[in-house]
């Protein structure tokens, strides 16, 4: 399948590559350019294949409190953006995704590698409830980030659009018609996206580009959101991981409204939960890559889930899931190749706002 | 399109081969390798001294993508490393037949390089990936 920006990306230079049956720029011909671009001005992403569900009905906000581990009555009036969990029974997550509250229901973003089955769970989790849960067709995403990305998003918008963006706080959003932007991202940086039709992403792209904005691919996506310590599913979490062994415990709200899966973690704290994800950065020469072991006091202790090198930090990253409590008294070695090299815990994200801003961990 | 430089050998796995005055052997990856790896960030070389045999890894180059084994192209000692690549290791994707370099050998058999691709054939090689 191609984005209604395939041509574009192909004129921009992209490389492109097969993302879960998606045609995917990976690059424009460097991803660390790109990943600059986007901390020190501006970059564009499309992310048009992403999942776009629309949950409306009488029951939609029961349904969703029901249905997510992060709690949408704190989306308490139009206009309002959430992150969440979406947990099975044993706590593990099915997915990770962005819930936006519009004047008709709620407009969920979810990932594309995930979209039949959560479909699949959406559908039946909803039996019961009053309401009509929707894929949107047809739209395309724009996510557009960077210290620049506001001011020039602002040049680049309709009149109409860049006054609603303009009024927008972090984590705010404005419907018009199908149409979205939102004050959300996945870099670390400020920004925004946008959930257009076909012509209207095309459009912006083309003036984003006209203004200096760099077109910046999935490679660069990941290496962002990595150091701005954001999980990947499929890497960092899946349904063998529950929320507090990737760093997710701060979305989800126990409050007595009884949501999937909430059982399982309250078991999981009662028996106090063993593993949890931390940062880790090479001190020598290296790059950590998922998979590679992370050993202590000469025992396995944890593994790297996501592993780049940091373009902003200019050395290897990761993050590692570390089993047990009391594993980080020793010094911390990555098994890289067979050799073992120091690395060092630290607290996440490991960049915001273009600065590092990691600390070791004690 | 990549560059294939006609007055090297190649070896399937995408490493360049230079036969130079003094016997000796330069080594390093092909412009086609570096496309497909995208931006290098990490390259460990060997020690000096090192004796490889033909086919068994000898370096390692890192992109933003993955790891890559670098084999020996011909059983040989390390006489020199491209100490330069440890800084600036995106010098392989801007010079990768002159100053993004691997290593240089003294390779036991000066004739084994014969054995390796042809221009020609890597060429072919390269087309057949990339369509």
Redesign the interface.
Known sequence: MQTCLYASHIDAGG?MVDFSGWQMP??YG???EEHIAVRQHAGVFDVSHMTVIDVTGKDATTFLRHLLANDVVKLSRVGQALYSAMLDERGGIIDDLMVYRGPDGYRLVVNCGTREKDLVWLQTAAAGFDVLVEEAPHLAILAVQGPKAMDLLGTALTPHQAHALAELKPFECAFSGQDMIARTGYTGELGAELILAADAACALWDRLRALGVKPAGL?ARD?LRLEAGLNLYGSDMDEQVTPSACNLSWTVVHNGRDFIGEKALLAEKEAGGDRRLIGVVMTD???L?AGHPIVSGGREVGVITSG??SPSLQR?IGFARIEGANELKAPLLAVI?GREMPVLGVTLPFVRRGKACFKPLV | MAEVRDDVRYLATHEWVKLEADGSVVVGISDHAQDAL??V??V?LPEIGTSFVQGSEMA?V?S????SDIYAPVSGVVVACNSAL?DAP?TV?DSPYDAGWFVRLTPDDPSSIESLLSPDAYQALCDDETH
């Open positions: 490389k990976i690059h460097s991803q660390i490679g290496t020469r290296g790059v890559r780049a090198f290897g190749r | 995208g931006d960030v990490f460990e390692v890192e933003v993508k993955a790891a440890e995106e994707n």
